[in-house]
């Protein structure tokens, strides 16, 4: 008895057509720019140490091809952190980085294409916290460029033999408790008081300077001409003898003038006799 097929023909060749066609789609893969493939061969060579290039890749249904970004990309955590003065604070951080691009097969190897999550993460998580907790809360938003140079160096040094080279750490935010928020208001706000009693002491301090400068060049003027007229007055007592004065007398031409013989001095004294 003949067996009869549970497709007709047609739809027989569509399903052969369709198993085929996903058949051979399962053996493509796609290499994007900024991406590097290996491919892996399980029943022969096993893992290639070359990278593969960026275009369609063909293989055969039993080999892979892994493929690896080796764009820089960014990745950020939020950590706690307890510092130098044992206040918590939240801190957001970023680092910036990809595999070294020749040694794809040795990362492959050692940890694999989730080499962040494995090595990176707690890495850079730590460094965060080791690093920040020598400093005091109120000096970190000061110091972020500081700090994430000492955590990218420290970050470079864990992870010298781990086939990834770090771009950059970007401190990000920084958060802190309410109760620190209040604290460090009432604390800004005291420094503002305090630079204003400041300001107000400096400007009360060059008011009086300038008002003692003044009271002392008044007095020194006031000094300068009461020496000057006691001078003056040295100078006219001296000058004015009995002869002088007697000569100017006589030279003045509103004087009705006597001439009496026999004065002091052999000079004759001279009388007003209008007792003007």
Known sequence: MKRRSIFPNGFQFLFILGVSLSYFVSCLSIISPGEVGLMWRPYSTGLSQKPLESRVQTYMPWNSVYVYSIQWTSHQEKVEVLTRDDLTITVSAAIILRPV?????????????????KVVK????????????????????????????????????????????????????????????????????????????????????????????????????????????????????????????????????????????NGKDGLPIIVNPDGK
Do not use: C, W
Not at 135 to 149: D, F, G, L, W
Not at 210 to 226: H, T
Not at 247 to 252: G, I, P, Q, T, W
């Open 101 to 117: 691009q020749n040694e794809i097969y040795e990362l492959e190897m050692e940890i694999g294409r989730d080499y962040y999550d």
């Open 122 to 261: 707690p890495q850079f998580r730590t460094a965060i916290r080791n690093i920040l907790s020598a400093y005091n809360m109120v000096s970190i938003s000061k110091e972020t460029p500081n700090v994430s140079a000492q955590i990218k160096k420290s970050l470079a040094e864990k992870l010298k033999d781990k086939h990834v080279e770090i771009d950059d750490v970007i401190i990000d935010d920084v958060e802190y408790s309410p109760s620190i928020l209040k604290a460090i208001e009432s604390k800004l706000t005291k420094q503002q008081e305090q630079e204003q009693m400041k300001f107000e002491i400096n400007i009360a301090k060059r008011d009086a300077e300038i008002q003692q400068i003044s009271a002392d060049g008044r007095a020194k003027a006031v000094l300068i001409e009461a020496e000057a007229q006691a001078k003056a007055q040295r100078m006219i007592s001296e000058s004015l003898t009995p002869k002088y004065i007697q000569l100017k007398a006589m030279e003045n031409p509103n004087n009705k003038l006597i001439f009496v013989p």
